[in-house]
T-cell receptor, first 116, second 113 residues
């Protein structure tokens, strides 16, 4: 099992540019989560998909952030336009949710975003 | 009511000692409490998890103690090793509903050789 795959691992961009982060969840998992981690705010949930449908986007900071999951094996998180305060490590996690209840969330290696 | 409060923020322990990290929650609907371990440059990884129907769960040197009435749970690392040096996060969630985790703020553990 390859685990959760994220790309790119590092991204440096200038303020105002569009940034797209990518995630491939573990095969067979039906839930996908995008998190942001900073020293100041810790680990924050941005958005959560179940069966490719966004369930809870209450953590998305503002309209500059958008996320899509066009199929079960791919998701993107887009920031447009990017700002220096968006600098953080962005994690994608996936899990299998079902009638048996809660599944463990498996995290990817993260994308370190720096906006100058 | 959705917060999970974690303490201490950082912890230094001698090799062989016991590391203890505490978490508290308010929402009585939470019924799943995982602990994650994160090494620098890596994503968090599940270490151990507990449900409120038991008061303790042990896996190797790692033990979760759970106090339902006090709405508190803690992670104990016995015989702490330098390789345990990492950041530890507690979390809480509901197994019915949205399934999302509410994470604590993290504890940076350093075990001295």
């Amino acid at each position: 099992d390859a685990g959760v795959i994220q790309s790119p691992r590092h991204e440096v961009t200038e303020m105002g540019q569009e940034v797209t982060l990518r995630c491939k969840p573990i095969s067979g998992h039906n839930s996908l989560f995008w998190y942001r981690q900073t020293m100041m705010r810790g680990l924050e949930l941005l958005i959560y998909f179940n069966n490719n449908v966004p369930i809870d986007d209450s953590g998305m900071p503002e309209d500059r952030f958008s996320a899509k999951m066009p199929n079960a094996s791919f998701s993107t998180l887009k920031i447009q336009p990017s700002e220096p305060r968006d600098s953080a490590v962005y994690f994608c996690a996936s899990s299998r949710q079902g009638l048996a209840g809660q599944g463990e969330q498996y995290f990817g290696p993260g994308t370190r975003l720096t906006v100058t | 009511q959705q917060q999970v409060k974690q303490s201490p923020q950082s912890l230094i322990v001698q090799k062989g000692g016991i590391s203890i990290i505490n978490c508290a929650y308010e929402n009585t609907a939470f019924d799943y409490f995982p602990w994650y371990q994160q090494f620098p440059g890596k994503g968090p990884a599940l270490l151990i998890a507990i449900r409120p129907d038991v008061s303790e769960k042990k896996e190797g040197r790692f033990t979760i103690s759970f106090n339902k009435s006090a709405k508190q749970f803690s992670l104990h690392i016995m015989d702490s090793q330098p390789g345990d040096s990492a950041t530890y996060f507690c979390a809480a969630s509901m197994t019915s509903g949205t399934y999302k985790y509410i994470f604590g703020t993290g504890t940076r553990l350093k075990v001295l050789a």
